[in-house]
T-cell receptor
Framework: NAGVTQTPKFRVLKTGQSMTLLCAQD?????MYWYRQDPGMGLRLIHY???????AKGEVPDGYNVSRLKKQNFLLGLESAAPSQTSVYFC????????FGQGTRLTVV | KNQVEQSPQSLIILEGKNCTLQ??????????LRWYKQDTGRGPVSLTI?????NTKSNGRYTATLDADTKQSSLHITASQLSDSASYIC?????????????FGSGTQLTVLP
C-alpha cells in the first residue's frame, strides 16, 4: 500500500515547454486534488476531481489542465510552462481525510 | 474571503522544551480545523482534526485547542524532539466532507536544536 505517489519528484523546464505530472493512489478514493505550494503562502488548489472522468477548476487553474481517465490516476499538465509556474506541486486524495504525495519540485527557467 | 493566519512564521527552540503555535481563521461556515505536519521535502501529514464542538484534541505530545467563538486554534508541543523540526500547517474546512473548501495557512517553521 503505497498511498499517494507522484512522479517525477524534480523537473527543470524551459519556458514554453510542456510536461505532465502524474499522481497515483491505491486507496480507491474518489476525490483527488492538485495543489501548488509557494514560499510564504498556503497550499492553493489548482484543479480537483470527484471521480473518474470528472474534473473541475480550483482557485488557481490558469495555465494547467488535468485528466482523470482512471480512478487511481490524476494527471496535471502544463502546456506551455512559464516561470510563474515554478513551485512545488502536491497531489492529494481524499476519503474523510486528505493524503498527500511527496511533491514535485518544478523549476521553469 | 476565507483566510487562515499562523504565527509565528518561524520558531527555534531547544530540545526538550515546550512550544505553542497559533492559528487564527476567518472561514465561514466553519466545519472543522486540522493541523498538519510537513517535513522538509515531504507532503503534509495529518496530526489532529477538530469539529465545532471539540475544544481539545491530543495526539501523543501534540495537543490542539480550538475556540470557535474567537476563531482561534493553537498547537502545543510538549517535550520537543529533534524530529519535531518541520512546518506545521493549520487548515480550516468550510465544507463538510470535502477537500475542495480547505483553506491552508502558510505554516509555522519549527526548528528544534539539540
Amino acid at each position: 500500500n503505497a498511498g499517494v505517489t507522484q512522479t517525477p519528484k524534480f523537473r527543470v523546464l524551459k519556458t514554453g515547454q510542456s510536461m505532465t505530472l502524474l499522481c497515483a493512489q491505491d486507496m480507491n478514493h474518489e476525490y483527488m486534488y492538485w495543489y501548488r505550494q509557494d514560499p510564504g503562502m498556503g497550499l492553493r488548489l489548482i484543479h480537483y476531481s470527484v471521480g473518474e472522468g470528472t474534473t473541475a477548476k480550483g482557485e488557481v487553474p490558469d495555465g494547467y489542465n488535468v485528466s482523470r481517465l482512471k480512478k487511481q490516476n490524476f494527471l496535471l499538465g502544463l502546456e506551455s510552462a512559464a516561470p510563474s509556474q515554478t513551485s512545488v506541486y502536491f497531489c492529494a486524495s481524499w476519503n474523510t481525510e486528505a493524503f498527500f504525495g511527496q511533491g514535485t519540485r518544478l523549476t521553469v527557467v | 474571503k476565507n483566510q487562515v493566519e499562523q504565527s509565528p512564521q518561524s520558531l527555534i527552540i531547544l530540545e526538550g522544551k515546550n512550544c505553542t503555535l497559533q492559528c487564527n481563521y476567518t472561514v465561514s461556515p466553519f466545519s472543522n480545523l486540522r493541523w498538519y505536519k510537513q517535513d522538509t521535502g515531504r507532503g503534509p501529514v495529518s496530526l489532529t482534526i477538530m469539529t465545532f464542538s471539540e475544544n481539545t484534541k491530543s495526539n501523543g505530545r501534540y495537543t490542539a485547542t480550538l475556540d470557535a467563538d474567537t476563531k482561534q486554534s493553537s498547537l502545543h508541543i510538549t517535550a520537543s524532539q529533534l524530529s519535531d523540526s518541520a512546518s506545521y500547517i493549520c487548515v480550516v474546512s468550510a465544507y463538510p466532507g470535502s477537500a475542495r473548501q480547505l483553506t491552508f495557512g502558510s505554516g509555522t517553521q519549527l526548528t528544534v536544536l539539540p
